[in-house]
């Protein structure tokens, strides 16, 4: 009964795998993706890890993958188009190589005696949540700190890399007169060899072009 | 006939095998994030089925660690991906060849 469960997870896994890697379309890949983590999650509950397989549904098959399709979303992107293979010479090497690691492992699975370990049965304490959080929080407390500076360091990271210029700090003041400046200072997007400028007259004008207006104390 | 051990690394092998494929032959470089997500959770479940078999939680905290590094590793490669597409309207990573934005 276990093995038909294992088999027919394991079967959604790979099938779903094979789909992300298959699929041309990247939204398609990542609906893919999704089916790889709930069957991931169903096995988790066959080895007796409830409080991982809720993690994973919650965490992977909703917030990341939310994230993702949102990516895929709002940047629209287009299918893969085909393309003529390169290095063609190369593919009887991949397929000897490839050929000679399924052979090893195929020896491995062979030569090996299997362990006789006893999986962890649905009434034992390992993987429920008071025993995770005990660990969690006493012996491996360090890795957890260490995990939470990370983060931080992630949505420093994130933000300073997704923000739209902003790049003029509202405490720059312009020199009231004809002010020249490049138009990369406005649009970061504008490369460096673009030699237009702006040109403004006074230091509200200049702010409100530069997008850091505000209500002036003087001027 | 109860799985074995060996069933579970199988699997996550077979899984790790098919993510490393996508990132080698994929081109757009969203679809390359998810198969280095695809990898992730093979390792994930060599580490639950290990600590299952062996009755020991730390191999379930590793996965939990794992989780928040790949959450925080999401946030950053996707707002990379951001950034790129914004200054070269592409995701084809054959385009982004140069280390800089």
């Not at chain 1, 923000?163 to 020249?180: D, E, I, K, T, Y």
């Not at chain 2, 928040?68 to 592409?90: D, K, M, P, Q, Y």
Request: charged letters at 10%.
């Amino acid at each position: 009964m276990l093995a038909l469960l294992f088999i027919l997870f394991a079967g959604m896994a790979i099938g779903c795998a094979l789909g992300v890697v298959a699929q041309r379309n990247p939204l398609y890949s990542a609906i893919s993706l999704i089916g790889v983590f709930v069957s991931l999650a169903c096995l988790y509950v066959m080895l007796a890890a409830p409080f991982i397989a809720a993690v994973q549904v919650i965490v992977y098959a909703g917030a990341i993958m939310v994230l993702v399709v949102f990516v895929i979303m709002l940047l629209n992107v287009e299918e893969e188009e085909h393309r003529r293979t390169r290095l063609k010479f190369l593919l009887p090497v991949a397929i000897g190589l490839s050929a000679i690691f399924i052979a090893e492992v195929a020896f491995i699975l062979m030569t090996v005696a299997p362990t006789r370990v006893t999986p962890a049965t649905a009434g034992t304490s390992v993987g429920v949540t008071h025993s995770i959080g005990s660990q969690l929080f006493t012996q491996y407390l360090l890795p957890f700190e260490i995990t939470s500076i990370l983060i931080l360091m992630a949505i420093v990271g994130a933000m300073t890399l997704a923000r739209r210029g902003g790049l003029l700090s509202s405490a720059a003041r312009v020199v009231p007169g004809a002010a020249q400046l490049p138009l990369s200072l406005v649009d970061p997007a504008v490369g460096h060899e673009d030699t237009r400028a702006i040109t403004a007259e006074s230091t509200a004008e200049a702010a409100h072009l530069l997008g850091v207006d505000q209500p002036s104390k003087r001027d | 006939m109860e799985p074995q051990l060996s069933w579970y690394l199988a699997l996550s092998a077979v899984l790790f095998t098919i993510g490393v494929t996508g990132v080698i032959i994929k081109r757009n470089i969203i679809a390359m994030f998810m198969c280095i997500e695809l990898m992730l959770n093979a390792v994930n479940l060599t580490f639950v089925a290990f600590s299952s078999f062996f009755q020991d939680v730390t191999g379930q905290l590793f996965v939990f660690i794992v989780m928040t590094v790949a959450a925080a590793e999401a946030a950053v490669g996707l707002g990379i991906i951001i950034s790129i597409f914004r200054n070269r309207e592409t995701l084809d990573v054959d385009e982004a060849s140069i280390l800089k934005l």
